[in-house]
């Protein structure tokens, strides 16, 4: 069966037998890469030709003997094969590309010459340009009369798509074009292709990396010759960086022996200009050096790179391919790499890099100063999660001197641990690897970072060494990429001061912490407002580079601050959007005092206390308790207590923010407002004195500021004030809250407002402040604030109990025997249509029953009924 593609160059051959049958001796080279169809050409030439009537020797012994090339062995042969050529045409056949037999060939050659006028036709296999055979060889085919050419080129696409439909039929999946492409036209690899694309399922990657194309085409490579393999190994080592100078310097060639080496490759169509054609290929060319081998040229060529001023980019990516160890300069030029990566917002890139670069210091400070930059890179992409796994990540790893103390880790544990808020532990972690000593000058303020505040001597020294305590570099050439020491000074910044700040940031690595420092500012300083739009303006920045863990850092601070504004739908809606994109069994303590502090402040408010439980029951972080990020989330849980009506446990969760709040080391501009939540809580069970206290202790700790008292201030003070002074002190909290706040808030303000002149029995401003309050309550859709404004506006009093003592179940609550079967179950979390399914009853009696239940109990939610009644009316069942 004659070839596909090669009709041509067999009727040349054909015509050339013609010639033999008519009584001459000719000579045939089948000249062509490896896979081309030389061999495949032969023996459908020698079928044909034996059809033909002619005496076809495939094997030249049975010509040559095992003679040794002398006189009387040429004179053998010839009297051989003349003796066969007087009975028929003779083709001899030899088939060595590879030249393992140049001595038989050369034979065969000087038979033929000396056979002048026989019928005997010799063709031999050469691989193109010479092939692996020596000068010799070819001096003796130039000598030789009637000697015909035939180069067996890779195929056309045309070609290609012949026999690409004739292996896999017209319509088969898999494009003729994208085989032609990846084989190079070589006849060989196509069938490869074919016979690979019959074996895998539909969803594997073809072709495959160690498949049956892979080892063909390195099987090509390897029978161009020694030479042409070793270019195909340079190229596959240099990649996209390829070129003549290139593989010749790595692979210690001449240009002339690259270049020689390449036109092989070219013929078997493994190559494309100097690059190796299918990148499968390469890789596995690369894969048959042994380990030892393979690291010496990725090494070569990384050196060159370096040498010829290859982009950081380009170096790195070549380097995390191989793994290659090159010099010194590689840290630094991986490091580069990172920083150009994270200017285009490529963090896994970045990352890879600077984990790559991590392996190659032997410095403690260096690799601590790549684990911070790593970190930061985290915080790209996870930022709820990155504190906690590169605590855990640090408590596994070995430093590069040893297990010795190392004030480098130390140095970065507290910095981990106080992202996740824990001070005391932080503080002790550096004290405990390196003594306090006096700072420069005697003293220190609040503008020092934290870290140089707890352990001033840390601003002197630092470690790398194999000998601790380490002792060497200064400090600071860590904190120039711990962007976070400047933030994490005591003294927080006024609200000019932030918003100056904001004004000169570019979001980034580098600024994301004192962003959202400053925005913090803002929203504790009274301008939760201007808070909100710069937290708008950041994310959306974030969200337009793609850069998802910053728009959810930076989402959840705007809905802290929409909150503060009293816009509960809208720190909702921002709180939701970041609590969607977590999916983190148990996130890091920030999330916890941002995102989850706020919807279960905005579940209070709007009265929807089942789902405000149902996010505090979610798991808490280890050591959360010892985090100042608990402090939010206890003002929260606090403030839901007191929606329950249970002030006892508000009170309980409000003290301890107090307790930690003296006890660590933070500034009380960043405390949150403990002291007016706790005075107004003891005014809900009869204590007025310690209301009283309690206001005067927050007068005082303000005092210093020169600000002027907030709302909240007004609002508590108006309580304990005479009903003659209230409505002055409630009218400056409202004029506070449009300053600072609004909405719910202020809505709340203003229904103190309209109840101090109602009274008072003014009720002109009662229902003006009602008014107002009424459309507030309803734009933010707060449930319970909307019920009591609503109460005041028909003319009712909204029920006020002064409780003495922790909630219980009222005696004089008489609930019948099916109410309390279903509160039972209702407590137990049953829902309606499994109580009606238990009890048999209709899920409409179960919702009457309900309702009944929390008329008597004088509560308004599941949520209450099982926080507070359920063992009593367990018992009463």
Same mark, same amino acid.
């Given at each position: 069966?004659?070839?596909?593609?090669?009709?041509?160059?067999?009727?040349?051959?054909?015509?050339?037998?013609?010639?033999?049958?008519?009584?001459?001796?000719?000579?045939?080279?089948?000249?062509?890469?490896?896979?081309?169809?030389?061999?495949?050409?032969?023996?459908?030439?020698?079928?044909?030709?034996?059809?033909?009537?002619?005496?076809?020797?495939?094997?030249?012994?049975?010509?040559?003997?095992?003679?040794?090339?002398?006189?009387?062995?040429?004179?053998?042969?010839?009297?051989?094969?003349?003796?066969?050529?007087?009975?028929?045409?003779?083709?001899?056949?030899?088939?060595?590309?590879?030249?393992?037999?140049?001595?038989?060939?050369?034979?065969?050659?000087?038979?033929?010459?000396?056979?002048?006028?026989?019928?005997?036709?010799?063709?031999?296999?050469?691989?193109?340009?010479?092939?692996?055979?020596?000068?010799?060889?070819?001096?003796?085919?130039?000598?030789?009369?009637?000697?015909?050419?035939?180069?067996?080129?890779?195929?056309?696409?045309?070609?290609?798509?012949?026999?690409?439909?004739?292996?896999?039929?017209?319509?088969?999946?898999?494009?003729?074009?994208?085989?032609?492409?990846?084989?190079?036209?070589?006849?060989?690899?196509?069938?490869?292709?074919?016979?690979?694309?019959?074996?895998?399922?539909?969803?594997?990657?073809?072709?495959?990396?160690?498949?049956?194309?892979?080892?063909?085409?390195?099987?090509?490579?390897?029978?161009?010759?020694?030479?042409?393999?070793?270019?195909?190994?340079?190229?596959?080592?240099?990649?996209?960086?390829?070129?003549?100078?290139?593989?010749?310097?790595?692979?210690?060639?001449?240009?002339?022996?690259?270049?020689?080496?390449?036109?092989?490759?070219?013929?078997?169509?493994?190559?494309?200009?100097?690059?190796?054609?299918?990148?499968?290929?390469?890789?596995?060319?690369?894969?048959?050096?042994?380990?030892?081998?393979?690291?010496?040229?990725?090494?070569?060529?990384?050196?060159?790179?370096?040498?010829?001023?290859?982009?950081?980019?380009?170096?790195?990516?070549?380097?995390?391919?191989?793994?290659?160890?090159?010099?010194?300069?590689?840290?630094?030029?991986?490091?580069?790499?990172?920083?150009?990566?994270?200017?285009?917002?490529?963090?896994?890139?970045?990352?890879?890099?600077?984990?790559?670069?991590?392996?190659?210091?032997?410095?403690?400070?260096?690799?601590?100063?790549?684990?911070?930059?790593?970190?930061?890179?985290?915080?790209?992409?996870?930022?709820?999660?990155?504190?906690?796994?590169?605590?855990?990540?640090?408590?596994?790893?070995?430093?590069?001197?040893?297990?010795?103390?190392?004030?480098?880790?130390?140095?970065?544990?507290?910095?981990?641990?106080?992202?996740?808020?824990?001070?005391?532990?932080?503080?002790?972690?550096?004290?405990?690897?390196?003594?306090?000593?006096?700072?420069?000058?005697?003293?220190?303020?609040?503008?020092?970072?934290?870290?140089?505040?707890?352990?001033?001597?840390?601003?002197?020294?630092?470690?790398?060494?194999?000998?601790?305590?380490?002792?060497?570099?200064?400090?600071?050439?860590?904190?120039?990429?711990?962007?976070?020491?400047?933030?994490?000074?005591?003294?927080?910044?006024?609200?000019?001061?932030?918003?100056?700040?904001?004004?000169?940031?570019?979001?980034?690595?580098?600024?994301?912490?004192?962003?959202?420092?400053?925005?913090?500012?803002?929203?504790?300083?009274?301008?939760?407002?201007?808070?909100?739009?710069?937290?708008?303006?950041?994310?959306?920045?974030?969200?337009?580079?793609?850069?998802?863990?910053?728009?959810?850092?930076?989402?959840?601070?705007?809905?802290?601050?929409?909150?503060?504004?009293?816009?509960?739908?809208?720190?909702?809606?921002?709180?939701? #959007?970041? /609590?969607? %994109?977590?999916? $983190? +069994? &148990?996130? =890091?303590?920030?999330?916890?005092?941002?995102?989850?502090?706020?919807? @279960?402040?905005?579940?209070?408010?709007?009265?929807?206390?089942?789902?405000?439980?149902?996010?505090?029951?979610?798991?808490?972080?280890?050591?959360?308790?010892?985090?100042?990020?608990?402090?939010?989330?206890?003002?929260?849980?606090?403030?839901?207590?007191?929606?329950?009506?249970?002030?006892?446990?508000?009170?309980?969760?409000?003290?301890?923010?107090?307790?930690?709040?003296?006890?660590?080391?933070?500034?009380?501009?960043?405390?949150?407002?403990?002291?007016?939540?706790?005075?107004?809580?003891?005014?809900?069970?009869?204590?007025?004195?310690?209301?009283? #206290?309690? /206001?005067? %202790?927050?007068? $005082? +700790? &303000?005092? =210093?500021?020169?600000?002027?008292?907030?709302?909240?201030?007004?609002? @508590?003070?108006?309580?304990?004030?005479?009903?003659?002074?209230?409505?002055?002190?409630?009218?400056?909290?409202?004029?506070?809250?449009?300053?600072?706040?609004?909405?719910?808030?202020?809505?709340?303000?203003?229904?103190?407002?309209?109840?101090?002149?109602?009274?008072?029995?003014?009720?002109?401003?009662?229902?003006?402040?009602?008014?107002?309050?009424?459309?507030?309550?309803?734009?933010?859709?707060?449930?319970?604030?909307?019920?009591?404004?609503?109460?005041?506006?028909?003319?009712?009093?909204?029920?006020?109990?002064?409780?003495?003592?922790?909630?219980?179940?009222?005696?004089? %609550?008489?609930?019948?025997?099916?109410?309390?079967?279903?509160?039972?179950?209702?407590?137990?979390?049953?829902?309606?249509?499994?109580?009606?399914?238990?009890?048999?009853?209709?899920?409409?009696?179960?919702?009457?029953?309900?309702?009944?239940?929390?008329?008597?109990?004088?509560?308004?939610?599941?949520?209450?009924?099982?926080?507070?009644?359920?063992?009593?009316?367990?018992?009463?069942?």
């Amino acid at each position: 069966m004659m070839p596909s593609g090669r009709a041509e160059e067999f009727q040349f051959m054909n015509a050339v037998f013609a010639r033999c049958e008519s009584g001459r001796t000719l000579t045939v080279i089948l000249e062509g890469g490896a896979g081309c169809g030389k061999t495949a050409l032969l023996d459908a030439f020698a079928h044909h030709a034996a059809e033909q009537g002619a005496t076809v020797l495939t094997d030249p012994r049975t010509v040559l003997g095992h003679g040794t090339g002398t006189v009387c062995d040429v004179q053998s042969s010839v009297d051989r094969l003349a003796d066969l050529a007087c009975e028929a045409p003779v083709v001899v056949c030899h088939d060595d590309p590879e030249g393992l037999d140049e001595h038989g060939a050369r034979l065969l050659l000087e038979a033929a010459r000396r056979l002048r006028g026989s019928r005997v036709m010799l063709v031999l296999t050469l691989l193109p340009f010479g092939g692996a055979f020596a000068p010799a060889l070819h001096r003796d085919l130039l000598r030789q009369p009637d000697t015909h050419r035939v180069r067996l080129r890779p195929l056309t696409p045309e070609q290609s798509r012949e026999q690409w439909n004739r292996l896999r039929g017209t319509g088969v999946e898999g494009s003729a074009d994208d085989a032609h492409a990846a084989s190079g036209g070589n006849p060989l690899l196509l069938r490869a292709l074919s016979e690979e694309l019959g074996m895998v399922l539909p969803t594997v990657p073809w072709p495959q990396p160690h498949g049956l194309f892979v080892q063909t085409a390195v099987d090509c490579a390897r029978d161009s010759g020694p030479l042409a393999l070793k270019v195909a190994t340079g190229m596959a080592a240099l990649g996209e960086h390829t070129d003549p100078e290139s593989v010749a310097a790595v692979l210690g060639l001449t240009p002339a022996e690259a270049a020689y080496g390449r036109n092989l490759l070219d013929a078997a169509g493994l190559v494309q200009d100097w690059r190796v054609r299918h990148p499968a290929v390469a890789a596995g060319l690369l894969q048959r050096l042994d380990p030892a081998a393979r690291t010496a040229l990725d090494t070569e060529v990384a050196e060159l790179l370096h040498r010829r001023g290859t982009g950081a980019a380009d170096l790195a990516r070549h380097l995390l391919r191989t793994r290659a160890g090159a010099g010194p300069w590689s840290t630094a030029t991986l490091e580069r790499a990172a920083a150009e990566a994270l200017d285009h917002d490529d963090a896994d890139f970045a990352d890879d890099c600077l984990g790559f670069a991590q392996q190659g210091v032997t410095d403690c400070w260096d690799h601590v100063r790549l684990e911070l930059k790593r970190y930061a890179v985290r915080m790209r992409t996870d930022p709820w999660t990155a504190a906690s796994a590169f605590l855990d990540r640090l408590r596994t790893a070995t430093c590069p001197h040893g297990d010795d103390p190392c004030q480098a880790r130390a140095v970065l544990h507290a910095r981990l641990l106080m992202d996740c808020g824990r001070l005391e532990e932080s503080t002790r972690v550096l004290t405990s690897a390196h003594p306090k000593a006096a700072p420069p000058d005697g003293a220190h303020d609040d503008t020092w970072p934290w870290i140089l505040r707890v352990a001033p001597g840390l601003s002197a020294t630092a470690s790398p060494g194999a000998v601790p305590p380490c002792a060497g570099a200064p400090v600071t050439n860590l904190l120039k990429f711990d962007f976070c020491a400047a933030a994490l000074s005591n003294r927080p910044m006024e609200p000019y001061e932030a918003d100056e700040h904001l004004r000169t940031l570019v979001l980034g690595d580098t600024t994301l912490g004192l962003i959202v420092l400053a925005l913090h500012c803002l929203t504790l300083g009274g301008c939760p407002d201007l808070a909100e739009a710069w937290a708008g303006h950041f994310a959306q920045e974030a969200a337009e580079r793609g850069v998802e863990g910053w728009r959810q850092t930076l989402t959840a601070v705007r809905a802290q601050a929409a909150l503060a504004r009293g816009r509960l739908t809208e720190a909702e809606a921002h709180a939701r #959007d970041v /609590l969607t %994109a977590v999916h $983190a +069994a &148990v996130p =890091d303590p920030l999330f916890h005092s941002g995102v989850l502090a706020v919807l @279960v402040e905005v579940c209070t408010a709007t009265g929807r206390f089942e789902e405000a439980a149902r996010l505090l029951e979610r798991p808490l972080p280890e050591d959360f308790a010892q985090s100042v990020c608990s402090l939010g989330y206890l003002m929260a849980r606090g403030r839901f207590f007191n929606g329950l009506g249970r002030p006892h446990l508000a009170l309980a969760d409000f003290l301890t923010v107090g307790r930690c709040a003296e006890r660590w080391p933070v500034s009380e501009g960043t405390v949150p407002t403990w002291r007016l939540d706790a005075a107004e809580t003891w005014l809900r069970i009869g204590g007025d004195r310690e209301c009283a #206290d309690l /206001l005067a %202790a927050h007068e $005082a +700790a &303000v005092h =210093d500021s020169g600000a002027p008292p907030s709302g909240q201030w007004l609002r @508590v003070r108006a309580r304990l004030a005479d009903r003659r002074e209230r409505p002055a002190l409630l009218a400056r909290a409202v004029d506070r809250f449009r300053e600072t706040s609004g909405g719910w808030i202020l809505a709340a303000a203003l229904a103190d407002l309209a109840e101090a002149h109602q009274d008072l029995g003014q009720h002109g401003p009662a229902e003006l402040a009602l008014r107002e309050a009424l459309h507030l309550a309803e734009e933010c859709r707060a449930g319970v604030l909307l019920e009591r404004v609503t109460a005041l506006t028909d003319g009712e009093r909204p029920h006020r109990r002064v409780l003495r003592g922790p909630r219980a179940l009222d005696p004089t %609550a008489k609930l019948s025997e099916s109410e309390q079967r279903v509160a039972v179950l209702a407590a137990r979390g049953r829902t309606n249509r499994e109580i009606s399914e238990e009890l048999f009853i209709t899920v409409s009696t179960v919702e009457q029953h309900l309702t009944r239940v929390y008329r008597k109990l004088d509560i308004t939610s599941r949520q209450e009924l099982r926080l507070h009644v359920e063992s009593a009316l367990h018992e009463a069942a």
